[in-house]
């Protein structure tokens, strides 16, 4: 099983071109290779302005590709990571240490700030909830209310071409 490889992003370079993140176009470049290998029909399936971003994207990838197989032959997975820094977390001689540890890892998986809804009476659930629970105080059926609903009336030239073409209709299946 081949491993999801998370792209690699380039933050600087030398040249502009490498600041790109071009994910969509690499993912959509790896699709389009099963289809042609023409450099000049993958720039126009992947939507980049020239056959050099085809070939820059294509590099990209393949960096990509080096680069996870060098951590994971260097040992470096996610296990490791989040092992050393739980290790270098409870090695801390500070508590803000620890909690600035903890912090990392709080917005890693997106915990990093808690807000309240602006809703304090609660949410659609409460409500329901409440509901029930007065219903079984009560013993007493829910309040269905009914609504009437009146169908709009149709323009008459409307209807005139509906007739008009259901009468057609019924000619072409006698």
Do not use: C
Not at 75 to 88: A, E, L
């Amino acid at each position: 099983m081949i491993p999801k490889l998370k792209p690699v992003i380039y933050v600087r370079g030398q040249y502009p071109f490498n600041n790109i993140q071009n994910t969509t176009q690499q993912i959509m470049l790896l699709k389009a290779l099963r289809i042609t290998q023409d450099p000049k029909k993958l720039r126009e399936l992947i939507g980049v302005k020239t056959v050099a971003d085809v070939y820059r994207t294509l590099d990209k990838i393949a960096m990509r590709k080096e680069y996870h197989a060098a951590l994971a032959e260097s040992g470096i997975t996610f296990d490791y990571v989040v092992k050393n820094v739980k290790g270098i977390i409870d090695g801390a001689e500070k508590d803000s240490d620890r909690l600035a540890g903890l912090n990392m890892i709080l917005k890693s998986i997106g915990l990093d700030k808690y807000e309240e809804s602006a809703n304090v009476s609660g949410g659609w659930e409460d409500a329901l909830l409440a509901l029930k629970d007065g219903q079984e105080d009560k013993e007493a059926p829910l309040k269905i209310t009914e609504y009437a609903v009146t169908a709009p009336e149709m323009p008459e030239d409307v209807r005139i071409k509906k007739e008009k073409a259901n009468a057609e209709t019924r000619t072409l299946y006698e």
